[in-house]
C-alpha cells in the first residue's frame, strides 16, 4: 500500500523560504500539494508527475515551485517570500484515487 509522509514544516520568518518534502514508500506517478491554512478549507498547491508535468496554483506561482527526486521517490515544494498567511498545515497526497490524508506537515510564518 501507498504510503506518503509529509516533513519539513518549521516557523519562519515573513520573507523566507521553505522545502517541504513528501516521501513515497513506492514511485506514485502524479501527487499533489495540499494546504489548510487557519479557517480555511484544504486547498490544492501544486502538482507532479514522473513524467515531469509541473503546475502550481495561479496565485501561487510566483513564490512556490514543486520537483521531484524519484530515485528517493520524494516530491518537494519550494516556498519563497513566505507570508503570514501562508501558514497552515501542508499535506501531501496522490492524484487521483488519494490515500487517506497523512498528518501534514505545519508551516507558521511569523510576521
Known amino acids: 500500500q501507498v504510503q506518503l509522509v509529509e516533513s519539513g514544516g518549521a516557523l519562519v520568518r515573513s520573507g523566507g523560504s521553505l522545502t517541504l518534502s513528501c516521501r513515497s514508500n513506492?514511485?506514485?506517478?502524479?501527487i499533489s500539494w495540499y494546504r489548510q491554512t487557519p479557517g480555511q478549507e484544504r486547498e490544492w498547491v501544486a502538482m507532479s508527475t514522473t513524467t515531469n508535468y509541473i503546475n502550481v496554483k495561479e496565485s501561487l506561482k510566483d513564490r512556490f515551485d514543486i520537483s521531484r527526486d524519484d530515485s528517493r521517490n520524494t516530491v518537494y515544494l519550494h516556498m519563497d517570500a513566505l507570508k503570514p498567511e501562508d501558514t497552515g498545515v501542508y499535506y501531501c497526497?496522490?492524484?487521483?484515487?488519494?490515500?487517506?490524508w497523512g498528518r501534514g506537515t505545519p508551516v507558521t510564518v511569523s510576521s
Open positions: 497526497n496522490r492524484y487521483p484515487a488519494p490515500l487517506p
Open positions: 513506492e514511485t506514485v506517478f502524479r
